[in-house]
């Protein structure tokens, strides 16, 4: 899953997508596989990443970085890598 950090930091932009997920999926009244496994990756990033060390470690993940590739992606544990340029920062 794509963030775009250019006007906000990671930890701001997982959680609107969140709140758009949840709000989008509770209007559809039905299952969306996809949308769920979305709403999960969202919903561990919020709970198991610190969000303060991302920040100060990786200045790009503080947001207004540019034209950064920024992605969040499920391991193979359930847990959450983040990932700048193609490169795994957690």
């Given at each position: 899953m794509k963030l775009d950090l250019s006007r906000h930091?990671?930890?701001t932009e997982i959680r609107?997508?969140?709140n758009r997920s949840v709000s989008r999926y509770i209007k559809l009244k039905k299952e969306d596989p996809v949308l769920e496994v979305d709403i999960e990756l969202l919903k561990a990033a919020l709970e198991g990443l610190d969000f303060p060390g991302l920040r100060s470690g990786h200045g790009e993940l503080a947001?207004?970085?540019g034209s950064r590739v920024v992605e969040l992606v499920a391991n193979d544990d359930g847990g959450v890598i983040?990932?700048?340029d193609g490169r795994d920062v957690i």
């Open positions: 930091c990671i930890e609107r997508l969140y947001g207004k970085q983040v990932r700048v």
